[in-house]
T-cell receptor, first 109, second 114 residues
């Protein structure tokens, strides 16, 4: 079966660091994406991990552990504009990307 | 270079009518994916197409829904005899090939069935 688990909501303060966790189970595995989606808008690509470890890209980093079925997205130096939903999206067998329900992040001043 | 173009942006249909949603992928992208998103919920995979071929339609409801990606022209998601439960945002995404690239999403079509 396929299952993606991430927290529904998180709140953090401007300038702080926040880690959004994701555990997943998929039929086959071909990498894991993180997307950002602002309310009423289309998702935008943030990161892609296919091997274990940490991928850093500016203020955003993403980590993957394939053996544990676990990933996290790390956001540093939070800004108000980072308030959005963050979607964990593993790519399973057949190269179909499955999206979690997302974590809504609220950044407060 | 235009991104993924979806139209219409908003579509209102009465119960029983047909809805046609169009998606033009990014230039050079030959893989198209359709997702449905209900309010406060995640994106649900519907169908994956390449030019003239349906690759994976495991997320498509068995009745009333169909999709195509002809040799020429946009991909079309067609919903016949719409019901209120079809009201959702429908997103199209494209990619150049199967690989590590993330999808590029269109702005979506928000379908409201009244």
């Amino acid at each position: 079966g396929q299952n993606i688990d991430q927290p529904t909501e998180m709140t953090a303060t401007e300038g702080a660091i926040v880690q959004i966790n994701c555990t997943y189970q998929t039929s086959g595995f071909n990498g894991l994406f993180w997307y950002q989606q602002h309310a009423g808008e289309a998702p935008t690509f943030l990161s892609y991990n296919v091997l274990d470890g940490l991928e850093e890209k500016g203020r955003f980093s993403s980590f993957l552990s394939r053996s544990k079925g676990y990933s996290y997205l790390l956001l540093k130096e939070l800004q108000m504009k980072d308030s959005a939903s963050y979607l964990c999206a593993p790519k399973g067998g057949g190269f179909k990307t499955i999206f979690g329900a997302g974590t809504r992040l609220f950044v407060k001043a | 270079n235009a991104g993924v173009m979806q139209n219409p942006r908003h579509l209102v249909r009465r119960r029983g009518q047909e809805a046609r949603l169009r998606c033009s992928p990014m230039k050079g992208h030959s893989h198209v994916y359709w997702y449905r998103q209900l309010p406060e919920e995640g994106l649900k995979f519907m169908v994956y197409l390449q030019k003239e071929n349906i690759i994976d339609e495991s997320g498509m409801p068995k009745e009333r829904f169909s999709a195509e990606f002809p040799k020429e022209g946009p991909s079309i998601l067609r919903i016949q005899q719409v019901v209120r439960g079809d009201s959702a945002a429908y997103f199209c995404a494209s990619s150049p090939r199967i690989g590590e690239e993330g999808y590029t999403f269109g702005s979506g079509t928000r379908l409201t069935v009244v």
